[in-house]
T-cell receptor, first 109, second 118 residues
Framework: AQRVTQPEKLLSVFKGAPVELKCNYS??????LFWYVQYSRQRLQLLLR??SRESIKGFTADLNKGETSFHLKKPFAQEEDSAMYYC???????????FGQGTRLTINP | DVKVTQSSRYLVKRTGEKVFLECVQD?????MFWYRQDPGLGLRLIYF???????EKGDIPEGYSVSREKKERFSLILESASTNQTSMYLC?????????????????FGPGTRLTVL
C-alpha cells in the first residue's frame, strides 16, 4: 500500500535557523516524490519534485530509498517560508497522488 | 499558465441538501481530481476522472458522486449533505509540468471551496 507520513503537525523555528521537514513513505515500486506548499490565502502549489533534483526558494529534498524518506531542508529559514507543507507520492506513470498529513511551518522573527 | 477555478470560495448548506461543487480547468488536461482537506488528515482523494464520462473512486468516496460531461469541467456532488462533510474541497487537474515533459505528474490546484453544512 502507498503511504506518506509526516510525523510533525507543527514545526516552529527562528529566522536564520536550519529547517528540516520530515517525510517518510512506503511504496513497493519506484516512487515519484513531491513537496507541495500552501501559503496563507493562496492555493496549493508544487514546490519541488525529486526527479528534478533542483533547489527551489532555497529548499532541497533528497530521496533516500534505503530509509524511504524525502525530507525537505533549507539551511537558513526566512519568514516568508511560513506555510503548510505536504509531501506526496505517486507511482511512476500513475495518475494519483497520495498526500501526507501536512506540516505547518512557522518561522519566528 | 494553468488556471483551475472553482465555482465558490465559501458555501453554507443545510443537512440533507444536495450540493454541487464545480471545477473548471483551461489547459485541456485529461485528469481531474477532487480532494477534501482537513487539519491533521492532509488531503484525501474523493474521486478522480481520467477522461470525459470516466471516473474512479478515491480513498473516501462515500457520500459523494461526480460528473464529467465535458473535458474542462469536473463536478462534485453531495447527494444529501451531512455535517461531517463540512470541509475544504480542492479540485486539481493534472498535466505536463513546467518543462513540458508529459511524464511529470504535476497537479494544479484550484483555490478551494470551504463548505459548511449546518
Amino acid at each position: 500500500a502507498q503511504r506518506v507520513t509526516q510525523p510533525e503537525k507543527l514545526l516552529s523555528v527562528f529566522k536564520g535557523a536550519p529547517v528540516e521537514l520530515k517525510c517518510n513513505y512506503s511504496y513497493s515500486g519506484s516512487p515519484e516524490l513531491f513537496w507541495y506548499v500552501q501559503y496563507s490565502r493562496q492555493r496549493l502549489q508544487l514546490l519541488l519534485r525529486h526527479i528534478s533534483r533542483e533547489s527551489i526558494k532555497g529548499f532541497t529534498a533528497d530521496l533516500n530509498k534505503g530509509e524511504t524518506s524525502f525530507h525537505l531542508k533549507k539551511p537558513f529559514a526566512q519568514e516568508e517560508d511560513s506555510a503548510m507543507y505536504y509531501c506526496a507520492l505517486s507511482g511512476r506513470g500513475a495518475q494519483k497522488l497520495v498526500f501526507g498529513q501536512g506540516t505547518r511551518l512557522t518561522i519566528n522573527p | 499558465d494553468v488556471k483551475v477555478t472553482q465555482s465558490s470560495r465559501y458555501l453554507v448548506k443545510r443537512t440533507g441538501e444536495k450540493v454541487f461543487l464545480e471545477c473548471v480547468q483551461d489547459m485541456d488536461h485529461e485528469n481531474m481530481f477532487w480532494y477534501r482537506q482537513d487539519p491533521g488528515l492532509g488531503l484525501r482523494l474523493i474521486y478522480f476522472s481520467y477522461d470525459v464520462k470516466m471516473k474512479e473512486k478515491g480513498d473516501i468516496p462515500e457520500g459523494y458522486s461526480v460528473s464529467r460531461e465535458k473535458k474542462e469541467r469536473f463536478s462534485l456532488i453531495l447527494e444529501s449533505a451531512s455535517t461531517n462533510q463540512t470541509s475544504m474541497y480542492l479540485c486539481a487537474s493534472r498535466g505536463p509540468g513546467t518543462s513540458g515533459v508529459s511524464s511529470y505528474n504535476e497537479q494544479f490546484f484550484g483555490p478551494g471551496t470551504r463548505l459548511t453544512v449546518l
